[in-house]
């Protein structure tokens, strides 16, 4: 029975292409074969309409079937799964209701580690090859959370003049996680909505270029109409336009992640 991989895709910055890449990240690894199951941690479940339309979504949060439901009520989340329309793809969605999950984890007993409880038999059953989990825009009780439950960390990055904007706080923060979870481990940073044409993308790579200690991935996301399309069908790029250019770089990018991941489980 293979060991069950937990990744968060975290960063504090808004608009990172976070969620859209840990969509396409999981739809390209049930693609490839892999059993993945994700959990949208975003109260603006963005993660959930990736593959389910609005009315469907609101349809989970009024049954409760939710990662809110499962943390507040401190249950497995194997009772909150919802099944994708791609084979071997399951979903935890999220609720509006998640804007109180702060309030919610601040009286519990290890609070921090509330999620990681919640995920304890999931991981343990082995069904899954890799949960991806999908943090919201910021640093708090929640992400450290979220932090704490996973194995790895990716980072996406915005190619844009604010894209590198706390970044610090983010490494900082996850200094502060190490230090109740040792396992959690920096996968690497991952570029988003790049365009080669414009000046800025040089000066973001070359600045994550150099980052001593830090990953960078090889494979990064260009600007692309085709994920905006995707978006409004409810459909991940790599399934809506397999032959699009972002489409086929999230599944190159999503196979230097499992040959990374399975390199770092081998050491």
Known sequence: MSKTKVIAF?????????????????????????????????MQMNLTISYFDEERALEFAQEGKTIYTAVKEEKDVSDFISHTDIDGLDIVPSSSLMSSIEFDLFSKWQRETVLAKCLTKVCANGHYDYVLIDAPPTLGGWVMNIMCAADYLIIPVEASPWGLFGLANMFEFCNQVQRISPKLEILGIAITKADERKKYFKQTLETLQALEGVHLFDTYIRVDSAVEWAQDSSRPVVDFKKTSRSAMEYIKFTKEIIDNVNRKERN
């Open 10 to 42: 975290a960063n504090n910055k808004g608009g990172s292409g976070k969620t859209t890449t840990c969509s396409n990240v999981g739809c390209a690894m049930a693609l490839e074969g892999y059993k993945v199951l994700m959990i949208d941690g975003d």
